[in-house]
């Protein structure tokens, strides 16, 4: 196996524009992690069943909003259920205003030894605009103490594309984002997804969204300002100093197996999907009855097809060719996958180098639409 994943549901409150599962709820954390433990149980055969394990990742919701002990017990049970090899990446995310001085000391008595957090921008009106409760300060302070601590395998998230947001603006942010050293920036374009709030005031006309071509020049400024900075820009939205990509993440982009644990959380084993139940209490309810309550999908030959192109194409290393000459491709391949790939290798979307292929910088501002392109039809 190559990754466990943690979904920790928890958020002290909730963000404008956030349409993950989380939940306000903070009196069932103690439960919840038992529930987990739990679950690790119940699925043991799967586990036992599957390879060393590779990378875990607590993810949320927001994982530090658990206590040092309950991550303790946490991790007291992966690591008593699972072969988890000694140079595991293991990653946390943290909100910085859950990372004092104790709560990094906290942290290093636990086999974490990678730290996430989504700073999202360094202004803040904008900060508070997202209704996030960490200022700008505070990102400084979390960042400075977790090096004190000697966490030097730090992540930031960062987000651009406010309304009202210039690319100055944004550029000054990547500025500040580059003068804290961390290894490992991601940089998402603010999403409006469906019943959130931030899409409500936009339906309402409340704000103004940035126009394409700014966002465009947005994106352009941050991949130029990275690459300058040394920074390798090795999937779509995220960029490193060598050495330092995130193994866990990569292994989604790579197709390797994960076991998700935790409400909401997804499951892969190379040939099924699964998910758990995004409800706490229902999920709390079924691990206890000793069955999770999940759904699953089994994937057809064209599913991984798709999902190879997909997942390929976010990275720099782009799709091999010798997947696509493939007898498993080449049974399943159409005339208009064959037309389209042309057309966007001459168009210049696509570059082929060392057997494979990858998205140009210019592919790069329609990912979405060369990856739906080469998607087959089931
Ligand atoms: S902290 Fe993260 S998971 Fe929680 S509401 Fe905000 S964006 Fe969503």
Redesign the pocket.
């Known amino acids: 196996m190559a990754g466990v994943y943690v979904h920790i549901p928890f958020?002290a409150?909730?963000?404008l524009?956030?349409d993950?599962f989380?939940t306000t709820e903070s009196a069932k954390k103690e439960s919840y992690v038992d529930a987990l433990l739990q679950e690790m149980l119940c699925r043991k055969e799967e586990m036992s069943a599957a390879q060393r394990v590779e990378t875990i990742y607590i993810g949320?919701?927001?994982p530090s909003q658990l206590s040092i002990d309950n991550l303790k017990r946490l991790f007291d049970g992966i690591y008593s259920i699972y072969d988890v090899n000694e140079n595991a990446e293991v990653t946390i995310e943290c909100?910085p205003e859950d990372v004092t001085a104790s709560y990094a000391a906290g942290l290093t008595t636990l086999p974490v030894n990678r730290v996430s957090m989504?700073l999202q921008t360094f202004d803040n009106n904008r900060l508070r605009f997202l209704r996030?409760r960490h200022t700008s300060e505070k990102s400084l302070e979390s960042v400075y103490l977790l090096k004190e601590k000697g966490y030097k395998n730090i992540s930031i998230d960062l987000m651009f594309g406010f309304p009202e947001e210039t690319p100055q603006m944004w550029s000054d942010d990547i500025d500040k984002a580059l003068s804290l050293g961390v290894p490992h920036i991601s940089a998402y374009s603010l999403m409006y997804e469906e019943g959130t709030p931030l899409t409500r005031l936009k339906d309402s006309g409340k704000i103004n969204v940035v126009d394409d071509e700014t966002m465009l020049s947005m994106y352009t400024l941050l991949i130029n300002k990275m690459e300058d900075a040394g920074y390798e820009h090795y999937e779509l939205s995220n960029f490193c100093l060598k050495g330092t990509e995130s193994r866990h993440n990569m292994s989604y982009w790579t197709g390797k197996s994960y076991i998700g644990l935790g409400a909401g959380a997804h499951s892969y084993d190379g040939v099924h999907r699964r998910w758990n139940i995004t409800s706490l209490d229902k999920y709390i309810e079924g691990v206890h009855g000793g069955s999770v309550y999940w759904g699953s999908e089994t994937l057809s030959a064209t599913d991984h097809f798709n999902e190879y192109i997909m997942t390929r194409l976010r990275t720099k290393k782009g799709i091999d060719i010798d997947y696509l000459h493939s007898s498993e491709s080449k049974d399943i391949m159409t005339k208009e996958f064959e037309r389209l790939l042309d057309l966007h290798l001459s168009a210049g979307n696509l570059v082929e180098e060392n057997g494979r292929l990858r998205l140009s910088r210019k592919g790069l501002y329609i990912s979405d639409s060369v990856m739906s392109d080469l998607f087959l039809i089931n």
């Open positions: 958020c409150s909730r963000c524009y956030c993950f989380s949320g919701g927001t909100n989504g996030r």
